[in-house]
């Protein structure tokens, strides 16, 4: 008889959580999503084929956490999991009955990460915010604009993959993630000052060529002596340079790069990764599920052991069954 996989209940929406159990997923979990009733995971609707691709294999089942009755299923569902992810504010689980302390009453080994903003202990923990803001207050954003990608959600996703895996492998545990944390690591060139100097010099930038942009990560001295000597720029190779790279296409520098082992690479579109390159590290794997589409087939037994009536919650609205 094949082994059990391991289970993860995902109590998030949007990006962050549906990163990290994508992970965990394609590391061999199986994943539940568990949502609200009549609203659910609404990345479905703001970016359905973001969603698709990070909740394509995972099940999903609907139940109001807020009542007696679905916070039992979910206790009961709790019993044959391994981790729990939640993406709540502070103080919100506890409310419910369904934080660590609650969870771990039922299942001893149970491996549950809260994936948050900002940490519970400080004094912004109970305000709202997205990947901007975290971005923001920890001193990663280069300019006052948006960054063209998400590194407080995604490295907040990544991270709370990790603490999982790591409480999964110790045999329980709680651990909490605080995206505003994660996106002042992505910032610790920063912190520490030492390679400020570097950014935008002539052998450490974008520059344009005739027909885009090459990256130029020339950082050690042996590779920028050896651009100067590629390009033909004895004397004033640091003032010359932009100007020799914008005489000659993309395909031109990239050549040179090869022929003298350069770290000179083409600018992609973005969300557009150079397939020689780059490429995501996920793929789906099948159909992302409706809201509520395993409820039958996951929470029906369970009713039935606590002697509920499956039809009967649904008729009031406490579980919720999705159609595909």
């Not at 391991?6 to 998030?12: E, G, I, M, N, R």
């Not at 807020?66 to 409310?95: H, M, N, Q, T, Y």
């Not at 004094?123 to 971005?135: E, I």
């Not at 006052?144 to 409480?167: F, H, S, W, Y």
């Amino acid at each position: 008889m094949p082994a059990r996989r391991p289970a993860v209940l995902d109590l998030t929406r949007l990006l962050p959580g549906a990163v990290a159990t994508k992970l965990l997923l394609d590391a061999g979990f199986e994943v539940v999503k568990v949502e609200e009733p009549g609203a659910g995971d609404y990345m479905r609707e703001w970016a359905p084929r973001l969603f698709s691709l990070l909740n394509g294999g995972k099940k999903s089942v609907a139940v109001d956490l807020k009542s007696g009755e679905g916070r039992a299923l979910f206790l009961e569902l709790a019993k044959e999991a391994d981790v729990v992810i939640e993406g709540f504010r502070p103080g919100v689980v506890e409310r419910l009955g369904v934080a660590y302390e609650d969870v771990r009453r039922a299942n001893p080994r149970i491996a549950y990460v809260s994936l948050r903003g900002y940490r519970a202990a400080s004094k912004r923990a109970r305000m709202p915010g997205h990947d901007l803001n975290y971005a923001a207050v920890a001193g990663a954003l280069a300019r006052p604009e948006p960054l063209p990608v998400q590194v407080a959600d995604i490295g907040g996703g990544i991270m709370a993959a990790l603490k999982a895996l790591e409480l999964y492998v110790k045999g329980g545990g709680y651990a909490e993630v605080a995206m505003a944390d994660v996106a002042a690591l992505f910032s610790v060139v920063n912190v520490a000052g030492e390679l400020l100097q570097l950014r935008g010099s002539a052998f450490y930038n974008v520059l344009r060529a005739r027909d885009g942009y090459v990256a130029v990560g020339a950082l050690e001295e042996k590779f920028a002596d050896r651009l100067c000597e590629a390009l033909g720029l004895a004397a004033e190779c640091a003032e010359r340079l932009p100007e020799a790279v914008a005489e000659r296409v993309v395909e031109e520098l990239v050549e040179i790069a090869e022929a003298c082992d350069l770290p000179i690479t083409p600018v992609a579109e973005l969300g557009r990764p150079i397939e020689e390159y780059a490429e995501l590290p996920i793929r789906e794997a099948g159909r992302a599920p409706a809201r509520g589409e395993n409820t039958v087939e996951l929470l029906g037994p369970i009713a039935e052991r606590l002697g509920l009536s499956l039809d009967r919650l649904l008729e009031r609205g406490v579980v919720e069954k999705g159609s595909v």
